[in-house]
């Protein structure tokens, strides 16, 4: 991926939506409706930015998928009509899209963010990350993560024809799930030592992140607020996300 934002600055009148974990898939027309339809209402508040933090797609082998994907058609043509609009978009790549790469994010009139990013909004400044970076306590999912972000995995990985890269995504997806059950919460959630980490600079104010698929407001062990983005369901039904602007962090439901 070409070079990455790390730091946005909005102005007074500036706002940005924030989603993420979204996990769009060809096999859930439901969800595409549901997360699109809930995009485009949000869009007519007219934000300054619209911002994904990652987990767009339940899986995301190699931007030549793009061309077979009914989902990323659909977020595609959503972001489309967001561009006209005038809003810049964001994204950030998590767990399940981190081979996104640069004519993916150019179909999506999309700029690439850093992991972590920081946004200027008013007097705050707010870490924006995907998440899963802070459950430290999972060795075996940090060292899982440390290889396929390796170049020669991706190297690898990419050279293979996209039907073998679909179904080892698919059999990854599904030992992870199956792993995961078996971790007790405290190992699968976020460790207050990366958090406290990430909120130890004066100059920060909050964080915001997805990944845990726990949503809420929650205080750091500093005081300082972190929020969890939720993730999406169509027969919960599950989502919403966040309205960052100069006087703070606004939490946005579906039905908002």
Not at 71 to 84: D, G, I, M
């Given at each position: 991926m070409s070079s990455l934002v790390h730091r946005l600055a909005l102005t007074d009148h500036q706002t940005a939506l924030v989603l993420s974990d979204m996990h769009l898939s060809d096999e859930d027309p439901a969800l595409l409706a549901l997360v699109t339809q809930w995009v485009d209402h949000q869009l007519q508040r007219q934000p300054s930015w619209l911002i994904m933090l990652g987990d767009l797609f339940d899986a995301w082998v190699g931007d030549d998928q793009a061309s077979q994907s009914p989902?990323?058609?659909?977020?595609?043509?959503?972001?489309?009509?967001?561009?006209?609009m005038g809003v810049a978009i964001g994204v950030m790549v998590g767990n399940r899209d981190f081979l996104l790469r640069d004519e993916a994010l150019a179909r999506l009139h999309a700029q690439g963010l850093g992991d972590p990013c920081e946004v200027h909004a008013g007097k705050s400044n707010w870490v924006l990350m995907h998440g899963d970076t802070l459950c430290t306590s999972d060795r075996a999912y940090q060292d899982f993560?440390?290889?396929?972000?390796?170049?020669?995995?991706q190297e690898d990985f990419l050279a293979k024809p996209l039907s073998e890269r679909l179904a080892i995504a698919k059999g990854l997806r599904e030992r992870s799930e199956h792993e995961t059950m078996g971790k007790p919460m405290a190992i699968t959630d976020v460790s207050q030592e990366a958090v406290n980490k990430t909120l130890a600079s004066p100059d920060i104010n909050g964080l915001i992140h997805g990944h845990t698929h726990r949503p809420g407001l929650y205080q750091s062990d500093n005081k300082k607020p972190r929020w969890v983005l939720p993730d999406w369901c169509p027969?919960?039904?599950r989502g919403g996300g966040l309205w960052i602007h100069a006087e703070g962090v606004e939490s946005l439901a579906l039905s908002s």
């Open positions: 989902a990323f058609t659909a977020l595609a043509s959503c972001c489309e009509r967001a561009h006209k993560r440390e290889m396929v972000r390796s170049s020669k995995w027969h919960s039904p």
